[in-house]
C-alpha cells in the first residue's frame, strides 16, 4: 500500500493530472509532474513539476527517484520511457495496457484477438496501401493515424470514391505517417463510455454507463445516467471490466463504444487513465474516477462510486474566449445552485483547446440537459 504522505509522479502536465492532483490532494497525497513542453497546468497545483525532454535521461531519474510510484494521465508516452522508469520505479498502469492502448493497429489487434466486438478495419503503410485499404472497407470510412491522434486530430473521413481518389493527396495530409489504420464508419444511435477502475489483486469498480455527445470529433456533452436500457448498461460494463482484465490495468481505463442500429455494442477505442467523459463524477458521485484511480494506484480500498443524481458535464472549449477576444463571463453559471463550474488555468485560450468544464446536477436527465444546454447557448451568445 502507497499511504497517505507519499509522493505520486504523473506523466503528462494536462487537466486530467491537474484533477487527479486536486483529488489526491483530499487524501494527503504528494505530487511530481514530468511535462516536457513546459509549465502545466498540473504543475500549477503540484508540489514539483519537471520540464524536460522524454530523452533525458538525467531528469528521467531525478523524477523516478523522487517519488514513490508513478502515474500517468496522457497515453502517448514512449515505451522505452515506461520501460527505462519502470526499472526504477513501478509505472501504473504497466507497460502491457499503455502499449496497446497507444497504437490504434495493436489496440484495434488486441481487440479482436479477444473477440471484444470492434469496428471493421485494414491497416496502410504507405498511398499503394492506404488505396487498397479503403476499396476493401468501402464507404463510408474514416482513415486514422496508428498513434498520436487525439480529439479526431489525425482522422479524415471518406464518404464516397471520389474522396478517396488521390491517396497521395491523403497520405501527405495526414503527416505521411509511418501507419494508418481504415476504419468502417459506424452508423450508430449513440456513443457511451464506461471508466473502470482494477487494482493489482484483480478487484474492479466501474462508474455509471455515461453517454457522450461529440461535436466536430470532440467531446461536447456527457450525460449520466446513459438514456439506455438496463440490459445495454450491463453489457456496456461488462465489456469495460473484461477489458480491464486483460489488460491487467492498475488504475483507470476508459472504454469508449459504439451503440449500433442493430443494438449491438462496438469498441471504439480504450484509454489507460482518467477521461473526459468522467469529469461530472467530480460533482455527480461519491467518489470521483481522479480518486478511484488514485485508490487503485495506491491499493486503498475502493470508493463508492454511487451518482447522487442525474448529470451532464458540457466542456468549454478555446473558442469561447477567441471567439469574443476575451473571457466567457461566468456570473450566470456561479449563480446557479446546480451548477459547478471547473476551469483549468491555462495560459492560452485555442480553437479546440480544453479549458474548462461545468456540471449541471438535476432531478431528472431532461432538466439537467435543458439547463445546460441554455447555458452554453448563453455563453456562445456573449
Ligand atoms: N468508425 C467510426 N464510426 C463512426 N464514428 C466515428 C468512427 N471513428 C471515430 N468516430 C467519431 O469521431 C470521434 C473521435 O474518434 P476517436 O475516438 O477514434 O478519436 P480520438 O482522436 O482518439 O478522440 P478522443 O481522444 O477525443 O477520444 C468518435 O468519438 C466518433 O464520434
Ligand atoms: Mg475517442
Not at 523522487?66 to 526504477?88: G, K, M, R, Y
Not at 482484465?245 to 482518467?274: C, H, Q, S, W, Y
Not at 468549454?316 to 459547478?340: A, F, H, I, Q, R
Amino acid at each position: 500500500m502507497i499511504g497517505s504522505g507519499s509522493i505520486i509522479g504523473i506523466l503528462g502536465g494536462g487537466q486530467l493530472g491537474r484533477m487527479l492532483i486536486l483529488a489526491g490532494r483530499n487524501l494527503g497525497y504528494r505530487f511530481v509532474v514530468y511535462e516536457p513542453t513546459g509549465p502545466s497546468t498540473a504543475g500549477k497545483v503540484a508540489d514539483k513539476e519537471i520540464n524536460a525532454a522524454y530523452e533525458d535521461e538525467v531528469a528521467l531519474e531525478e523524477f523516478a527517484r523522487s517519488v514513490d510510484v508513478i502515474t500517468l494521465e496522457f497515453e502517448n508516452i514512449p515505451a522505452q520511457v515506461i520501460d527505462w522508469l519502470s526499472a526504477i520505479k513501478q509505472v501504473l498502469p504497466a507497460r502491457l495496457a499503455l502499449y496497446t492502448c497507444q497504437h490504434r493497429q495493436r489496440e484495434k489487434d488486441f481487440l479482436k484477438e479477444n473477440d471484444f466486438p470492434c469496428v471493421q478495419f485494414e491497416y496502410a503503410d504507405s498511398p499503394a496501401s492506404l488505396e487498397v485499404a479503403v476499396h476493401k472497407i468501402g464507404f463510408p470510412c474514416v482513415i486514422k493515424t496508428a498513434t498520436f491522434g487525439y480529439d479526431g486530430k489525425g482522422q479524415i473521413k471518406l464518404r464516397n470514391a471520389k474522396e478517396a481518389e488521390d491517396a497521395d493527396y491523403l497520405w501527405e495530409f495526414l503527416g505521411a505517417p509511418p501507419r494508418v489504420v481504415v476504419e468502417k464508419w459506424i452508423h450508430h444511435i449513440g456513443e457511451f463510455s464506461v471508466i473502470c477502475a482494477r487494482k493489482a489483486s484483480g478487484e474492479q469498480s466501474t462508474l455509471p454507463v455515461i453517454e457522450n455527445i461529440h461535436v466536430n470529433h470532440i467531446l461536447h456533452t456527457s450525460i449520466v445516467p446513459a438514456r439506455i436500457t438496463e440490459s445495454t448498461a450491463q453489457q456496456a460494463d461488462a465489456l469495460a471490466r473484461a477489458i480491464a482484465e486483460k489488460l491487467e490495468v492498475v488504475g483507470l481505463i476508459a472504454v469508449e463504444l459504439f451503440l449500433n442500429t442493430d443494438g449491438k455494442l462496438i469498441v471504439n477505442e480504450m484509454a489507460p487513465r482518467p477521461h473526459n467523459s468522467g469529469h461530472f463524477s467530480i460533482d455527480g458521485c461519491i467518489t470521483s474516477q481522479f480518486e478511484q484511480h488514485i485508490r487503485a494506484i495506491a491499493d486503498l480500498p475502493f470508493g463508492s462510486t454511487k451518482l447522487y443524481g442525474p448529470a451532464v458535464m458540457v466542456n468549454l472549449l478555446g473558442d469561447l474566449w477567441t471567439n469574443s477576444n476575451c473571457p466567457p463571463d461566468w456570473t450566470d453559471l456561479l449563480e446557479d445552485s446546480k451548477v459547478k463550474l471547473h476551469l483549468y488555468d491555462k495560459e492560452e485560450a485555442r480553437s479546440g483547446r480544453k479549458m474548462g468544464h461545468f456540471t449541471v446536477t438535476g432531478e431528472t436527465v431532461e432538466s439537467a440537459l435543458e439547463v445546460a444546454e441554455a447555458h452554453f447557448c448563453k455563453l456562445q451568445d456573449t
